[in-house]
């Protein structure tokens, strides 16, 4: 359960893990309760150390300035894309959606507060922690936590108590802002891009841009799309609920184009969610999938001509085209044991498909993926019939 390895470098770090050592002296039957106790109560002070180093790392920080520009080059195309969809959009949801395009932003704020290292000290500075103290009580005082903080700086109490008590800031689990993740953040418009993304198969400042937008750039327009599916056309430009912003006839043919969708997608979801309610809900995952390939894919080919329509050849894989490159590391990305669905049975689980699925379908419906490989029209990869609802 322990791991001791930066426990001279956090005195925080250090007492939690001391505390762990602390629930082995409890009869057999009680350590695993008091162990997720401390877990639980220890748990900020852990991702707030591990964000701190990450968003302190140099690296990471010069990925982030990478990631920056993808996003506004992915964010112009969708924008240059709403503009085309005259056949989906009226003039009035146009120009809502374009407004809410121009101010999403890329937010990295909660990581920042997340890796605020002084804060968290504060925090677990009101919990006296002893090698004296016996189990029983220590137990004690992590139930009793909120008690403990001063109860004249409501604004230091509020926050203590969300990161510790409830391990959330902003309403949002602080364990998804360590994971290898991102999403789309509707009451403030913006993109979350969790700094563990940075990193190889998804992202490396060293790798072509095709392997850059195959992957992180795919799931940046992944959730950007999420801003405009069934959820998101509910919110405005500022991240306030509104009806306004699409019309009923633009909402009602965007439900048509999504139909082709949800039928091709229906064997899977059915083997994979049966009759649970989750069903109704990947839907907007699979049309997230299905645009946010093409707007990425789009930001590339205007990368790959302001460079002059080639990028650096990698060794070993001389055969392979950057245009290839692009959608081979969106299947390597998908398809690796790490990315995969946890816990189906579980009703707050998941809402995505398997890996496998996700690329295949998303692919075969992409017009420039059969022409990348050559696929004959009419095979699996290939078929006749597409579904498109963001092209």
Known sequence: MENRKYDNKSKVIKNINDMFRKCSTLDPDLIENCNESVLEFGTYAFASYFIHRLENNKIVQEGYKIVKKMFHEIINEFRLLVKEKKNILDKITIK???????????????????????????????????????????????????????????????????????????????????????????????????????????????????????????????????????????????GKISQNITSEESRKKYKDKSDCLGKQYTNETLKQFGNDYRKFRVLDENIADNGGIKIAYRAYLKYLKKIGGKESIIP????????????????????????????????????????????????????????????????????????????
């Open 96 to 238: 809502n959606y374009i407004k809410k395009l121009n101010k999403i932003k890329l937010n990295r704020n909660k990581h920042k507060k997340l890796g605020d290292l002084k804060l968290m000290k504060k925090c677990y500075g009101y919990f006296k922690f002893s090698n004296d103290m016996s189990a029983e009580v220590m137990i004690y005082k992590i139930n009793y936590f909120e008690s403990l903080l001063p109860k004249n700086d409501a604004k230091l109490r509020k926050r203590c108590v969300d990161y510790i008590v409830y391990g959330k800031t902003g309403g949002v689990d602080i364990m998804m802002l360590t994971d290898k993740n991102a999403y789309f953040d509707p009451d403030l418009n913006a993109v979350v891009i969790n700094p563990s993304m940075l990193v190889d198969p998804c992202f490396d400042i060293r790798f072509p841009m095709s392997l850059n937008y195959g992957c992180l750039g795919a799931i940046i327009g992944h959730e950007i799309i999420h801003g405009f599916d069934a959820i998101g056309i509910h919110f405005d430009d500022n």
């Open 316 to 391: 070993h894989f001389v055969k392979f085209t950057g245009k290839q490159f692009f959608f081979v590391n969106f299947a390597r990305f998908f398809c690796s044991p790490d990315n995969q669905p946890i816990n189906m049975n579980n009703e707050n689980s998941e809402v995505h498909l398997l890996g496998s699925v996700r690329v295949r379908n998303t692919l075969s419906n992409y017009k420039p993926f059969s022409e990348a490989f050559k696929c004959k029209v009419g095979t699996k990869m290939n078929p006749k019939d597409k579904c498109e609802v963001w092209l």
